[in-house]
């Protein structure tokens, strides 16, 4: 059960760690807008369904949303030229407000209603036990394909020359600037899809649930990244996903387990961030060791 | 004309002072010119390569590109025209992607499609082009850029920054990074390639003798001014010696403007009446 609860999660939550993965590794920004527009497309999904929209449409609102938000981030860092982190924050910021606009109050509650996750396992014939976890499979996979296949043409190719190396894109004829606001915007558009069906998988959208993604999303494509050391773009991709089932699971197993060890679910936010620190920090300690030893 | 560069100056902010980086510069370059740019450190040289490539704007004057007025274009609208190379051997290629996918970039310019970078056809036609090379890349399309020397590195670059035959080639002491095997061949590539395709290049380096041997003309830059513009017989007749001597004058000149005297325009005239002695 706990095994099968984390996969869900993981799988889930997998579509926002494919979404950082976009914009922290392909276009090396370090994008802090995902703690908002997590929530946003919660937000905009929960409400659409409260109003009787069909989920599988809510989701996709919530991507669509993501996707606007995650332009915003971009263009305030090209055309405004506002340092890219801060660009983050500000729409993460402006977000936070939105979402509690958006809902009319700080969460919703979705229990007992249409969900996208359920109705297409049901659709499938999937036995009850395993409705999330096929249907959320499906949905990272269809993801997983589009984003591996995308990164393969002309556009996505020039998107991942522009995280690399801008420079060569403007000599080529191109303007970095569009290709980021374009790569934000996919980013968002994932995240934003992750939010929603995170909120009729777990029966609520909160203006509080996107705290920390950004931390989540790194720990899971940094875990993936040292378990899989993928060398081709297809492991690369994949890597997001599977850390991000890695990272719930062990999530899962500190909650379970880590009681006895003294430390609760408030304590996990930090260790997300140990584990964060720790591999960021790894290739320059060891460097300094080796410069010392040798 | 290919480029012309009319009356560009460019200064930049230092402290509450500005620095003069090209004074009133003014250079021609013909279909199929190739000119080499030396210059003591300082001198303008890849201040003018960026105002031409639109990586900075002029305080003043005007830059055309085949007869068209590109002064107020964006680098990346430029580079339709425009080919770059850079010292860096990292500068001109994405590390994380393979040879193939750094070529196939390069084949186009301008907005892409999500038609496949990589299709077998486009596959066969990069390896017939980085063959060209004759560095045995063809063979080692699908290894990352990152895992080649540095002279194999800049070679590609070459390819990618001629490979659309753009009507200017600028070249920025492309060579200098490499080891002197390396820039050789990097240079012998060049040349090859450039003759080729008729390609009006402008090429910076550091060293006299690549200056004197490569191109049918040589420019010579001292703070901000084109002291020297060379052509045809008069560079073939020009000698490294000549060319020391036309710098030490202008260090006799330098050290004259550090005790107070003189200006950059007397300087120029200075190097101007040389040019005529030799
Ligand atoms: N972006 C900039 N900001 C401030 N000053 C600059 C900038 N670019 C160039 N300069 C100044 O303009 C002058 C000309 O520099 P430039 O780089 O064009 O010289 P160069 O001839 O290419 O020299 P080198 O042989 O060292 O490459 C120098 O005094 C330099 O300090
Ligand atoms: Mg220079």
């Not at chain 1, 919703?108 to 969900?115: E, F, K, T």
């Not at chain 1, 649930?209 to 050391?229: D, F, N, P």
């Not at chain 2, 200098?176 to 090859?192: C, F, G, Q, S, Y």
């Not at chain 2, 390609?199 to 040589?218: C, E, P, Y």
Request: hydrophobic content about 50%; proline content about 3%; charged content about 15%.
């Amino acid at each position: 059960m706990l095994i099968l609860h984390a996969a869900e999660q993981g799988l889930i939550y997998g579509l926002m760690a494919l979404g950082v993965y976009l914009s922290f590794r392909v276009l090396s920004f370090p994008d802090l807008s995902v703690d908002g527009t997590f929530p946003l497309g919660a937000a905009v999904a929960g409400i659409l369904i409260l109003q009787g929209t069909n989920p599988f449409l809510a989701a996709l609102a919530g991507g669509g949303v993501g996707l606007l938000a995650g332009a915003f981030t971009g263009l305030l860092a090209t055309r405004l030229r506002i340092p890219g982190l801060l660009a983050g924050v500000l729409t993460m910021i402006m977000l936070y407000s939105l979402n509690i606009r958006i809902m009319g109050r700080p969460n919703l509650s979705l229990l007992g209603r249409p969900s996208a996750l359920v109705q297409l396992s049901q659709a499938l014939g999937v036995p009850r036990a395993y409705e999330n976890f096929v249907a959320a499979g499906i949905f990272c996979l269809a993801a997983f394909l589009l984003i591996f296949l995308f990164l393969h043409t002309e556009l996505g190719g020039a998107l991942r020359a522009v995280g690399q190396n801008p420079q060569l894109v403007r000599s080529l004829g191109m303007n970095p600037d569009n290709l980021l606001i374009l790569g934000l915007a996919l980013s968002n558009g994932l995240v934003g899809f992750s939010g929603a069906l995170a909120a009729q998988y777990s029966g609520f959208a909160d203006v509080g649930m996107g705290v920390g993604t950004i931390i989540a999303g790194l720990a899971s494509v940094i875990v993936g990244e040292i378990l899989l050391r993928p060398r081709s773009l297809f492991f690369a991709v994949f890597a997001a996903i599977f850390g991000s089932c890695v990272y719930r699971l062990a999530i899962s197993l500190a909650l379970r387990y880590g009681a006895a060890l003294g430390f609760t679910a408030s304590d996990l936010r930090l260790l997300t961030a140990l584990v964060v620190l720790g591999a960021l920090a790894a290739p320059t300690i060891r460097a300094a060791l080796k410069g010392e030893t040798s | 004309m290919i480029l012309e560069v009319l009356n560009v100056t460019k200064t930049f902010p230092l402290g509450a002072e500005r620095v003069v980086a090209l004074q009133d510069v003014t250079l021609f370059l013909a279909p199929q010119d190739f000119a080499t740019v030396i210059g003591s450190n300082g001198a303008g040289k890849t201040t003018l390569l960026n105002v031409i490539a639109g990586a900075c704007r002029p305080d003043r004057g005007r830059v055309k590109l085949a007869g068209r007025d590109v002064t107020h274009w964006p680098a990346h609208r430029r580079s339709f025209l425009i080919g770059r190379v850079f010292q860096d051997p990292l500068q001109g290629t994405a590390a994380h992607m393979t040879v193939a996918e750094n070529l196939a970039l390069a084949v186009k310019k301008g907005p892409r499609s999500l038609s496949f970078l990589l299709t077998a056809r486009r596959r066969r036609f990069l390896a017939e082009t980085v063959g060209a090379l004759e560095m045995g890349l063809e063979k080692r399309l699908s290894e990352r850029v990152a895992y080649l020397s540095g002279g194999e590195r800049q070679a590609l670059t070459v390819l990618m920054a001629i490979v659309t035959r753009p009507k200017l080639l600028l070249l920025d002491e492309h060579t200098a990074a490499l080891d002197p095997a390396n820039a050789e061949k990097v240079l012998a590539i060049t040349e090859r390639l450039v003759a080729e395709h008729g390609i009006t290049t402008l090429m910076v380096t550091h060293r006299m003798d690549q200056a004197l041997s490569v191109g049918n003309r040589l420019v010579m830059m001292h703070k901000g001014r084109i002291v020297l513009d060379l052509e045809g017989e008069e560079k073939r007749k020009l000698r490294v010696e000549d060319l020391v001597g036309l710098f030490r004058k202008i260090g006799v000149a330098d050290d004259a403007l550090l005790l107070g005297s003189g200006g950059n325009g007397a300087m120029a005239e200075e190097a101007k009446k040389l040019a005529h002695l030799l």
